[in-house]
Nanobody, 127 residues
Framework: VQLQASGGGLVQAGGSLRLSCAAS????????TGWFRQAPGKEREFVAT????????YYADSVKGRFTISRDNDKNTVYLQMNSLKPEDTAVYYC?????????????????????WGQGTQVTVSS
């Protein structure tokens, strides 16, 4: 599976962006997919994840209520709608796939459980 993240850019605080993670391969729809981010000088951190069916989602406390993760398995794409953006949301955003639990509603928050990663897309929020 190959993942391609896109949709990043420069936005003012309070603005919105929608990130997309497009995947190759028909097996994509079997697995949970997550979004992570890494700010300069900081470790990569969990943002949100969604189960294979879309029935289960989980968010980091820092984005809960502002970000929404969703997926369209017919288009092999996972989205991250980001609203009310803050300067502290500035980071490179990565999508990743957990290949070990097909058709499972378990959604992992640990980076270690995601083996396939996209290349990242930069999000910059100005104050």
């Amino acid at each position: 599976v190959q993942l391609q993240a896109s949709g990043g850019g420069l936005v003012q605080a309070g603005g919105s962006l929608r990130l997309s993670c497009a995947a190759s391969g028909r097996t994509f729809r079997r697995y949970a997919t997550g979004w992570f981010r890494q700010a300069p000088g900081k470790e990569r951190e969990f943002v949100a994840t969604i189960s294979w069916s879309g029935s289960k989602t989980y968010y980091a406390d820092s984005v809960k209520g502002r970000f929404t993760i969703s997926r369209d398995n017919d288009k092999n794409t996972v989205y991250l709608q980001m609203n009310s953006l803050k300067p502290e949301d500035t980071a490179v955003y990565y999508c990743a796939l957990d290949p070990d639990k097909p058709y499972s509603d378990y959604v992992a928050r640990s980076l270690r459980e995601y083996d396939y990663w996209g290349q990242g897309t930069q999000v910059t929020v100005s104050s």
